[in-house]
């Protein structure tokens, strides 16, 4: 390759890549751009920053310039891409342009924020620069809203709980991890918070947010008015697909790739939280593993099909730990569920007697991979 592969982002997605292509290639010519510093860190890590009273610079775990001179990259921190020209192969940021012969956008996804008065009150934590610009406010805060009971709203209650701060969830929902799993399931996590001391308010709608001299003054949508210091938004997040659009290649919930990640331009892959494969947008890690290895190959000359195994996902609730697999959000499922002293187990089947789906908790975690075996998908 003359100009080589050019990754847009530079997240968990785009380091995977870069390692698994150098696993095959040590000389094709690589290079990142992206918004942020490209320094390394662990995004899962943001949902325990709180209880572990960790400062925004300490989750970094790899300066850029050591990643790039690892793995032979050539990088464009603080970079803006403004434009991709599909047709001449180039990439244009600022005054700045690359040739490119693949090219992988990476670009991530960005928090979703209610329409309502007062959002721009609302504090996310989806990055490292995101958590920086807010750790102080959260520190300081007694009082913290969450706005979403979902998994990132769920695991952040906890931690702010353990942080000794007073903590309520808000969520439209009639329970916690309302799409991922049935009430009978999840009861018993709810259960644990509010014991803990989380206030858990299910279908309600935020409906307004202001600022007074205490703090901020959070309006409900069935009457009620908290006073909080801080309210964070975790109501899921939008794959970023601007740039995709303004390049003209298809997008609907995410940037549409095929079975190659390869979107409906031949030269132009996506991965990671901006991809939607088959329909659906999976911004979990073993997802992003699994098409980083695939795309490695593809950039290199391969025509690889992705095919995802049933795979596990961690609700990181380190007081009554979950993990989960299958199509746990199906409605038609019949649930088996043994719960006691050492945790639960709910297994999901479908009306054939197939085992579709499970969760289990505690110290029953360590059947999930036998379980996973059983899994038909």
Do not use: F
């Given at each position: 390759m003359k100009h080589g592969i050019v990754i847009i982002g530079s997240g968990f997605a785009a380091r995977q890549l870069v390692k698994?292509?150098?696993?095959?290639?040590?000389?094709?010519?690589?290079?990142?751009?992206?918004?942020d510093s490209i320094d390394e860190y662990n995004?899962?890590?943001?949902?325990?920053?709180?209880?572990?009273?960790?400062?925004?610079?300490?989750?970094?775990?790899?300066?850029?310039?050591a990643f790039a001179e690892q793995f032979?990259?050539?990088?464009?921190?603080?970079?803006?891409?403004?434009?991709?020209?599909?047709?001449?192969?180039?990439?244009?940021?600022?005054?700045?342009?690359?040739?490119?012969?693949?090219?992988?956008?990476?670009?991530?996804?960005?928090?979703?924020?209610p329409p309502i008065p007062g959002k721009e009150l609302m504090l996310t934590l989806h990055s490292q620069q995101e958590y920086r610009a807010c750790e102080s406010v959260l520190r300081d805060a007694a009082r913290v809203m969450i706005l979403g009971g979902g998994l990132i709203?769920?695991?952040?209650?906890?931690?702010f709980c353990r942080a000794g701060k007073q903590v309520i969830v808000v969520d439209n929902a009639p329970s916690l991890l309302a799409s991922l799993m049935p009430v009978e399931v999840s009861s018993r996590l709810q259960s644990h918070l509010n014991k803990m001391g989380v206030e858990l308010l299910f279908n309600q709608q935020l409906a307004s947010l202001t600022q007074t001299p205490q703090g901020i003054n959070a309006a409900l949508s069935h009457g009620r008015t908290v006073d909080v210091d801080a309210v964070v938004a975790a109501i899921g997040?939008?794959?970023?697909?601007?740039?995709?659009?303004?390049?003209?290649?298809?997008?609907n919930r995410g940037i549409e790739v095929n079975q190659q990640l390869q979107t409906s331009d031949a030269n132009i892959y996506a991965l990671g939280d901006c991809a939607e494969i088959g329909g659906k947008v999976l911004p979990f890690l073993q997802p992003i593993q699994f098409s980083a290895m695939l795309l490695a190959k593809n950039l290199l000359g391969a025509a690889d099909a992705l095919k995802l195994p049933a795979m596990l996902v961690k609700v990181k609730t380190p007081e009554l730990p979950l993990h989960l697999a299958?199509?746990?959000?199906?409605?038609?499922?019949?649930?088996?569920?043994?719960?006691?002293?050492?945790?639960?187990?709910?297994?999901?089947?479908?009306n054939t007697q197939q085992l579709r789906a499970f969760i289990v908790s505690e110290d029953h975690m360590k059947l999930a991979f036998g379980l996973l075996r059983e899994l038909h998908i």
């Open positions: 698994n292509i150098r696993k095959h290639d040590a000389q094709v010519p690589v290079r990142i751009i992206a918004a995004k899962p890590d943001l949902s325990h920053v709180i209880s572990q009273n960790q400062q925004a610079d300490a989750l970094t775990r790899q300066r850029a310039g032979n990259v050539t990088i464009n921190p603080h970079s803006w891409v403004t434009d991709i020209d599909p047709r001449e192969r180039l990439v244009t940021c600022g005054d700045q342009q690359w040739k490119y012969d693949k090219l992988v956008l990476a670009t991530g996804s960005s928090p979703l924020l709203g769920t695991e952040l209650a906890m931690d997040l939008r794959s970023s697909v601007g740039l995709a659009q303004r390049a003209g290649l298809a997008v299958g199509e746990t959000q199906r409605t038609d499922l019949n649930w088996q569920i043994t719960a006691g002293q050492e945790g639960l187990i709910a297994k999901g089947y479908d």
